[in-house]
């Protein structure tokens, strides 16, 4: 839970997407986002939580440019089992 408190913090500030890519089940919105000149994805931290509810609903409205994230912990090895 430490993460997403350490998140919550910076809310409204300036982020780039790679920052997150070792966070894990976490949902993270990022609004005004835009290709930065290092080809990253950057904008403002607008959501983060465990579940999306109406205060990220409100993000996602006609011509917003928004970034959503969410990396499940359950795909990082890279191994993907098939039931047959």
């Not at 910076?10 to 997150?20: A, E, N």
């Amino acid at each position: 839970m430490s993460n997403i408190n350490a998140l919550r913090c910076m809310l409204g500030q300036k982020v780039k997407k790679s920052q997150f890519k070792d966070i894990f089940d976490i949902r993270i919105i990022i609004t005004d986002a835009h290709k930065a000149s290092d080809g990253d994805t950057e904008g403002i931290l607008s959501f983060v939580g465990t579940e999306l509810n109406s205060e990220s609903e409100k993000l996602f409205k006609p011509g917003a440019s928004i970034c959503p994230i969410y990396n499940e912990k359950e795909y990082v090895g890279g191994d993907i089992m098939y039931d047959e």
